[in-house]
């Protein structure tokens, strides 16, 4: 199997900084997107801090006899502990946080995912397009109660009050889970800056009409600009493909 792929962040419309994040490991080894929250700067130093020491993390344990599954759960943890540290040594910033979701490829193991927050892993497969993530938000957990429609949870003002995010002392939690793929599938990591922008069937529209992984995240970033382009929009791309 062959992995191609391709990382861009733009800081949209709004905003005038990006508290956005990402990292491609040059070996397809692994894909980071983190989405930074708090103020004097502190959401850019979060989702840094997160992508740097997840990517620290893995590089430096990749031939441990961990599961993938154990070094991208520990990666996670190392990364609330580095958050949490700097929020000590500089209390102006000790209300940031961030998401993050982390794609491992690590053969023979099965591709693993984790992930705290609201940034999300999708996989179009064919026309199909399938949110693999569950958003750790107080909106998420109202769909799933059937508290509120996905339609009404799209303009409540509540939907982007996260229930987990690195950066806290409370965290007892992150998501780690096994990913089903196969040939032909793409991947899609992303911050909300898409998602709050395009409904899953225009993702999907993107993803299957541009076959070049490069020209598709920029469309998909250019059209959640014309939709309004509110927040910073990352985005990674995977696409796994037969060897040639």
């Not at 693999?132 to 938000?137: F, K, R, S, V």
Request: glycine residues 8%; contains cysteine; aromatic residues 6%.
């Amino acid at each position: 199997m062959k992995i191609t792929f391709t990382g861009c962040t733009d800081p949209g419309l709004i905003r005038s900084n990006n508290q956005d994040a990402y990292y491609v490991d040059p070996e397809g080894r692994f894909f980071i997107v983190a989405d930074g929250m708090g103020g004097h700067a502190g959401g850019e130093e979060a989702s840094r801090i997160a992508t740097q020491q997840i990517k620290a993390y893995l590089a430096a344990h990749w031939e441990s006899p961990k599961s993938a599954s154990q070094l991208v759960e520990q990666a996670l943890w190392e990364a609330n502990t580095a958050i949490l540290e700097d929020q000590q040594s500089n209390p102006e910033r000790a209300d940031m946080g961030t998401t993050a979701v982390v794609v491992v490829f690590r053969d023979p193991e099965p591709p693993v995912c984790g992930h705290v927050g609201d940034s999300r892993l999708y996989r179009l497969r064919g026309s199909e397009l399938s949110q693999i993530t569950e958003d750790h938000t107080w909106i998420a957990r109202a769909i799933k109660t059937g508290d509120l429609s996905a339609d009404e949870a799209r303009l409540h003002p509540f939907r982007h009050v996260l229930s987990r995010c690195l950066g806290r002392e409370d965290l007892n939690q992150v998501d780690i889970q096994p990913l089903d793929l196969q040939i032909g599938d793409r991947l899609l990591l992303c911050s909300d800056g898409l998602t709050e922008e395009l409904v899953d069937p225009q993702i999907a529209n993107y993803l299957q009409d541009t076959p070049w992984l490069d020209k598709a995240a920029i469309s998909l970033v250019e059209a959640a600009k014309e939709q309004g382009g509110h927040d910073n929009i990352t985005i990674v791309l995977v696409a796994l493909e037969e060897n040639s």
